[in-house]
């Protein structure tokens, strides 16, 4: 399928990220129709009441049946069953692709469950916040930020094509890397980080925290982030975010060395080393169009 000839598109899951998404397609494809499904009447409700689809759907297999591209906005651990659920009605030639923050073990079941005359390929569109449900989605929450695609071998080039083209209409910078590829470096930049800000909370006295700063609420704000979709997250990437903690243990020791140290060199040396590091990254996101000025 040629991009120019999308008409229609379920989103499956009507939450933060598949209301943003509806909303971007409003405002950049405002030809293309977008059915939203939701085991939840006042989600449909809502979306419907906020513009963020043009029709909703009580049943997933009727919400499938004649889209072109599909694109699962629910937590990961509800992929399989979907992709079981919807796998008899999907129309040939059908795109189907995600919003989650994993891709091998998706990949895993739609190469599992789908017919041969359909094709997955993960994306991730790096947007988002802590906040969970359709009330905090904007239009505009997928502009300039980066969004990986990650077709596996059998992918064919026009479809990889397709989904490059559909994310860059709504705005979003594209790379294309491997599923296995993918999640090696999410647990690095994302799953850890999290995990960081969960041990950062769990390990301080509600009693000393009421007394922090910005500095702390913003370290940790992550943590505020949905504990059945983290916990998904988490146990579908565990091993390749149980490697990123090792290396971030492994940081933390080179600190404790260098606070027992008499001397400031070695402390000083490592404070100038992230300085410097997290400068250079903030400007290249600031060339990017990716942080504001």
């Known amino acids: 399928m040629k991009f120019k000839e999308l008409n229609s598109v379920t989103l499956i899951g009507l939450g933060l990220l598949g209301g943003s998404l509806g909303l971007s397609i409003a405002r950049t494809m405002g030809n293309v129709k977008r059915i939203g ?3 939840r009447e006042t989600t449909r409700n809502k979306a419907i009441s906020a513009g963020i689809v043009d029709h909703t759907c009580s049943n997933l297999a009727e919400s499938v049946a004649n889209s072109q591209l599909i694109i699962l906005c629910s937590p990961i651990g509800t992929f ?8 008899e009605t999907l129309q040939p030639g059908t795109i189907i692709t995600d919003v989650g923050s994993t ?11 789908l017919p041969k005359n359909v094709t997955f390929i993960g994306s991730h569109p790096m947007a988002g916040s802590e906040q969970r449900g359709s009330d905090f989605s904007r239009a505009d929450l997928f502009d300039h930020a980066p969004c990986i695609i990650t077709p596996n071998k059998t992918c064919p080039s026009k479809d990889i094509i397709f989904l490059q083209k559909f994310w860059r209409e709504i705005g979003m910078r594209v790379s294309t890397m491997t599923p296995q590829q993918h999640d090696k470096v999410l647990a690095q930049i994302s799953h850890m980080p999290h995990a960081l800000a969960v041990a950062l909370i769990n390990s301080t006295p509600l009693d000393q925290a009421l007394l922090c700063g910005k500095g702390f609420l913003d370290t940790s704000r992550v943590a505020s982030g949905d504990e059945s979709v983290w ?10 975010t149980d490697q990123a903690i090792t290396r971030l243990i492994k940081e933390l020791i080179r600190l404790q060395k260098a606070l027992k140290s008499p001397s400031h060199k070695q ?5 100038s080393e992230a300085k410097n590091k997290r400068n250079d990254l903030v400007n290249k996101k600031i060339r990017r169009k990716e942080l504001p000025l």
């Open 37 to 39: 499904y939701s085991h």
């Open 80 to 87: 399989e069953d979907i992709l079981i659920e919807i796998q």
């Open 267 to 271: 402390i000083n040396k490592l404070l």
């Open 231 to 240: 916990g998904d997250i988490f146990m579908s990437n565990a091993r390749n």
């Open 103 to 113: 891709k091998a073990l998706p990949t895993k079941w739609a190469k599992k469950h």
